[in-house]
């Protein structure tokens, strides 16, 4: 029988628990250990007898993971965990702070070069999925515009950033393409899109009782980057129609890439990659799950560096072998 | 100023015409030469001074071209002309004989490894784009199921068929996907599909003076393979109505995988590839010139054998560095 992949879990949030499941069901790989900052009595995994370190312990685990899937936040633990762990393990990650992700994807690059470890970074759907259709689609259609849809869906960086607005108790915003817009793009018009024109925000706010629900709506109304560019709905609901009516994070969206060919350019082609997820972060861990599997490989045959999907050959992710991928996927 | 890829076209029907079409989008590739088993003078490329060779005389060029495309026909052609070129270039083709797939690329690897060349078989939206997102998907998503749909469009394999039949003059095939088992698969249903319940068949026949309708319609709705499973509506028109109506050659589908997460496999996930082209053969022409970039830098750096679109990492297709890749598409 054939050894498994072992895999650890750096961090047991929502995405942490998405990678135990996900591990489940891929009969090729198997979980090692979960590490966590928290105490690890009060860690309660799906599975029965699953290893619970304390985080501070995971340089004593070298011989006994083979990848470790980071699945901390992007904003304040991925940037120190990721090149922490990228020294000594090879690593998964979905570092998606857009900005930063040349300046991190290069951090990464030397800490695990110098390790002789492999680090895939910056996967998940978007970055992930998505960035691998918007590459494929523009090699592609050279002679095109791509476009990008998310949702109808919650975002969960726009809902914290409600929850810190003064005199928020709770919230969700869910975010939702325009369909005059969605339907523009799929009929081939190649349309030049504002960003108020692509997404709307709606938001449902659960206020403290003290709360001035006007200044509410005007200081999410008016927050950069995050709403001022968008028509924005807001919602005042209670704690219990909040969580009755609000508890699924489900995701989604899509890349779409509209292009011209022939002598006139008169032959109009529209590709589309889409996801309708009930789960993002269940879905997203699917993913990490499966390049987990690459990295292993990769670094079985002697890899060192950073990979981005982009550099990773999709028989390396499947656990199939090429002779079944030709046969019966081809 | 870097060299530029130098290309020559092996066949000039519809695919040879798109991949003429196609290089001419990409800056960084150059049409060297067209090949071809009629007569030279018999061929009016879109270019101007274009070098128009006997296909007798390829074996006189292989200083001047980098990737050959092979743009004949699955049937007859590619079986042949595929070893014979990869005896002596880097290739890439668009073989789409399913049942021969596996014996095909055990000739070809055989061959282009002996000759130190690249050959990348089985291009296009499918086998090819369709064919790495049900690989892709499938590594996403394994608990679940993979669809796909092909059209509303053109089979040409169809309307070849058609048109062997006794008394038919000229003929076009719709494939047309059936809306209900669409849905039912869009709304995460998981069905269990006859082929009869996914696509119906749509024929336009122009029938010769003497023949019997009826005997056509028989002739068609029982041959095996192509139609005996289909629901089949055959339409009698006449040659300038098939002109003027049926005349574009335009093409799509997508696939779809299907698949559940969660402690209790409740969240359903749903990915979805696809494509809507007006022109089929050029827009497959558009895959075939993308992945002779590839194949040209794999030979260059001293690969051989065999490439399919599941071994081929994104890097070398697309024509933008990997610096701009993470920067601009992650």
Request: net charge negative; proline share 3%; hydrophobic share 35%.
């Amino acid at each position: 029988m054939k050894e498994k992949i072992r895999l650890g879990i750096v961090g047991y949030g929502n995405l942490g628990k998405g990678v135990e499941l996900a591990i489940s069901q891929n009969p090729d790989m198997e979980l090692a250990a979960i590490f966590t900052r928290r105490s690890v009595d009060s860690i309660k995994s799906y599975g029965k007898g699953v290893k619970i370190v304390n985080i501070d312990e995971a340089n004593n685990y070298v011989k006994d993971i083979d990848v470790m899937i980071l699945c901390g936040g992007s904003s304040t633990d991925i940037p120190v965990q990721g090149p922490y762990f990228a020294s000594m393990y090879n690593t998964v990650d979905a570092y998606d702070n857009h900005a930063k992700i040349p300046e991190y994807i290069k951090a990464m690059n030397n800490v695990s070069k110098e390790a002789g470890k492999v680090s895939a970074v910056c996967l998940g759907w978007d970055p992930g999925l998505f960035s691998l259709n918007r590459v494929l689609l523009d090699a592609m259609l050279p002679s095109g515009k791509t476009y990008t849809f998310w949702g109808p869906g919650v975002s969960q960086g726009h809902s914290d950033a409600i929850r810190r607005v003064e005199g928020v108790k709770n919230a969700i915003q869910y975010t939702v393409p325009i369909e005059e817009a969605v339907e523009r793009v799929r009929n081939g018009e190649n349309p030049e899109l504002s960003v108020r024109a692509k997404h709307r925000r709606e938001c449902y706010v659960v206020a403290e009782e003290y709360a001035d629900k006007d200044e509410i709506v005007n200081a999410i109304k008016s927050m950069p980057d995050y709403f001022v560019d968008y028509d924005v709905n807001v919602t005042f609901i209670t704690e219990e129609e909040l969580a009755k009516n609000h508890s699924k994070l489900f995701h989604g969206g899509f890349v779409a890439r509209s292009g011209r060919t022939g002598e006139d350019r008169t032959n109009n082609h529209i590709a589309e990659f889409s996801l309708k997820l009930d789960s993002n972060s269940e879905f997203t861990a699917n993913v990490l799950v499966a390049y987990a599997r690459a990295v292993y490989r990769l670094s079985s045959e002697g890899s060192k560096g950073v990979k981005t999907i982009f550099d990773i050959p999709l028989t390396y992710v499947s656990d199939k072998s090429i002779e079944d991928l030709c046969k019966s996927y081809l």
